[in-house]
């Protein structure tokens, strides 16, 4: 019969599968690449850390692989806080913002008074979404007339955009073409000033300028992370890896080294100075609502001025300074003079929250945390402890020691805030 399957014809399957083959552009084309051909993200200054490095210990900071300590962390700390430490932080995200409306737009963003920021100044930062919970912070740079600078932990590319519709102004991702480095401590400046920055002693914190450095312009500000004097330099990557030789070489005498991610993170300890996505999740990046905060739980409250005109989240603030906080983010310190792994930290109910960093300070003898703790722990605090395992030889011991909430750094040393800062007449210090 017509139309029936003759079981004795042959059947052409390849005929068959070409005509049932898709069309190739209706998909995303695969990228064939041999493991040996990926690479990772490196900054402008990778080789010349590498070349520093005497462990070959790196770690992951926002995609870039980066020192985690280069010789020895003790040596590291020694530097910093006697001397002056160096450290490649290209990976931080940068954005630069520009346009006839860009005033108008950070007013809108960031939840603080940053009108009265002058050229070559910065301070620093939180933005929120309209319930009030942070979406990150970070510092701000105003680098001319609506001309201004972002520099975040995190990436922020997206909400920054969204923020911005219907303003004349222009948000672009300059992480990849800035280069930038951090040269903190006690000798920071003397160091400058042996590379021919003159009167860099008069910058104010928080204050900025453009430098000649050996023929390079540079961009150097009076900021950073370490709770000591310190500066930033922010730079072209073609001329960051001469910057970086001539501070070693200038610094030398000073007792400058080189220094890795891992002292950072702990000078940020010393320092109590939450980390975006280690101590608190952004408001996109929480699941549940529970773990997003505001800046009132956080210790940004001084960020956040509510008798300015409407910004985003002033309303959900307003009614959140008023309300008890759910959690609060502190710094404590564990009275235990040996360096401890610390998970949680505990009342006399049970747990009272994470710790979310820590880290043993060799100059207070202390193991430092920063933890998110239930409001109700914090009315105990005499009671609040650590519980955690100890090995001693090839036995494994639980110990408990107490923990007190600090109410200011654990380490913010008079030179930070001191004009003109202190400058060394000559090198003091040698290798």
């Known amino acids: 019969m017509n139309g029936d399957l003759d079981l004795h014809t042959p059947v052409d399957l390849a005929a068959l599968d070409e005509a049932a083959r898709a069309d190739p552009a209706l998909f995303e084309q695969s990228v064939e690449q041999p493991p040996f051909e990926q690479r990772v993200l490196t900054t402008p200054l990778h080789f010349n850390v590498a070349t520093e490095s005497l462990t070959n210990l790196w770690t992951h900071w926002n995609g870039y692989t980066t020192p985690d300590v280069l010789t020895n962390i003790d040596d590291e700390y020694r530097a910093l806080r006697h001397a002056a430490a160096l450290c490649d932080i290209s990976p931080l995200f940068k954005y630069r913002i520009t346009g006839a409306d860009a005033v108008a ?20 930062v939180v933005f929120c979404e309209d319930r009030g919970f942070v979406v990150g912070d970070g510092i701000l740079f105003c680098l001319g007339e609506d001309e201004y600078r972002l520099v975040t932990e995190e990436a922020h590319l997206a909400w920054l955009l969204d923020s911005a519709f219907g303003m004349r102004v222009h948000v672009e991702d300059v992480t990849r073409t800035l280069a930038a480095l951090s040269l903190q401590g006690p000798l920071s400046c003397a160091v400058l000033d042996a590379i021919g920055l003159p009167s860099i002693e008069t910058l104010r914190p928080y204050a900025a300028r453009w430098c000649d450095v050996a023929g390079m312009p540079a961009y150097v500000s009076r900021t950073g992370n370490s709770g000591d004097l310190g500066y930033e330099f922010w730079i072209d990557p073609d001329d960051a890896p001469a910057l970086w030789t001539r501070l070693l070489e200038k610094g030398a005498p000073f007792g400058l080294r080189a220094t890795g991610f891992a002292l950072r993170e702990l000078a940020r300890i010393e320092a109590g100075l939450p980390r975006a996505g280690i101590d608190y999740l952004g408001a996109f990046a929480a699941v549940d ?48 003079h040996e360096p401890l792994n610390l998970a949680a930290i505990y009342d006399a109910s049970g747990i009272a929250g994470p710790v979310t960093s820590s880290g ?72």
């Open 105 to 124: 737009y950070l007013a809108r963003l960031v939840t603080g008074n940053f009108v009265a920021l002058s050229t070559n100044e910065s301070m620093p």
């Open 289 to 336: 609502t529970a773990n997003a905060s505001t800046p009132f739980e956080l210790g940004f409250a001084s960020l956040v001025d509510l008798s300015r005109d409407h910004f985003t989240g002033r309303a959900a603030l307003r009614a959140a300074k008023e309300a008890e906080p759910r959690h609060v983010v502190v710094s404590l310190a564990i009275d235990w």
């Open 360 to 431: 043993f300070s060799p100059s207070l003898g202390l193991n430092l945390a920063l933890a998110r703790l239930k409001l109700s722990s914090l009315a105990g605090e005499g009671q609040l402890h650590i519980e955690a395992g100890a090995r001693r030889e090839l036995e494994w011991q639980m110990l408990k020691a107490p923990a007190r909430i600090l109410t200011g750094p654990a380490l913010d040393l008079p030179a930070r805030h001191l004009v003109p800062a202190p400058l060394a007449s000559g090198p003091l210090i040698r290798r």
